[in-house]
């Protein structure tokens, strides 16, 4: 079994990444048709049950909690490249706070999730509840389109580095190309970049200091209904989601 890593770890080596991927049955399919969804790790099954008794499923269209096999990926990534110290994560598309509830019990207590939302009064029914039910005290939420909040939050703040990335805003090349733009500079080495309804063709995957690790399409995760999917695939044309790391120029593709 592979140990915890830590902060340190993460910034410095390929091996960690090679971690994730070698306890990749988290990440990938089993295999195609396999009728089983993986069950959701207890502090984020705990989660969703609180939030939903004010956000239900089916209120936020295309939210990371509705494929479990996501959920496991991005909890397991998280958890294998764990730190001892509370972390920052930064999220463009807080929607219904699935992926905040994912991010934040993954990572030690005391880490702070910094949204960037529409702010659709569903969103701040979700925000309002999970930061004083599920995870007190612990988002930081920034109301607007991102491509305009995230650079004044980012001034405001000039202390503020993102030890996670998750683009799951706009849902168009351009709307996530802006926001990786934006948070690159902000983003500590070797840190994930998950990146939502997108495909290794994505133009991300050129930009300057990304690297793509890997990528699933949705359509193969057996929970994840048809009608469900459709949704993403009339954004962009993928159903699924990439992880990449945050790299050095060396290691831009």
């Known amino acids: 079994a592979f140990a915890l890593f830590s902060m340190s770890a993460m910034v410095s080596g390929q091996e960690l990444w090679e971690a994730v991927l070698a306890r990749g049955a988290h990440c990938w399919p089993r295999r195609r048709g396999d009728a089983r969804p993986f069950p959701l790790p207890r502090e984020v099954e705990a989660g969703f049950t609180e939030l939903h008794r004010v956000v239900t499923q089916n209120e936020v269209q295309g939210n990371v909690g509705r494929a479990s096999l996501q959920v496991h990926c991005y909890h397991h990534v998280l958890r294998l490249l764990s730190h001892d110290a509370p972390r920052h994560v930064c999220e463009t598309g807080f929607a219904g706070g699935h992926s905040a509830i994912v991010f934040l019990t993954a990572l030690p207590k005391g880490s702070l999730y ?43 703040q000039p202390n503020l580095f993102c030890d996670v990335l998750s683009i799951d805003g706009l849902h168009s090349q351009d709307g996530e190309l802006a926001d990786w733009r934006n948070f690159a500079d902000r983003l500590r080495p070797g840190a994930p970049v998950f990146v939502d309804d997108v495909s290794a063709r994505h133009p991300i995957w050129s930009e300057p200091n990304i690297k793509l690790i890997n990528c699933l399409q949705l ?9 469900k999917v459709a949704y993403r695939k009339r954004n962009e044309a993928s159903g699924g989601f990439c992880i990449g790391k945050r790299g050095g120029a060396s290691e831009a593709r």
């Open 114 to 156: 910094h949204g960037f939302d529409m702010g659709y009064p569903i969103s701040r029914r979700a925000a309002t509840h999970v930061n004083a039910s599920v995870l007190p005290g612990q988002l930081r939420m920034h109301w607007g389109p991102s491509q305009q909040t995230a650079p004044t939050v980012l001034h405001q």
């Open 219 to 227: 359509s193969h995760a057996v929970d994840v209904a048809p009608d």
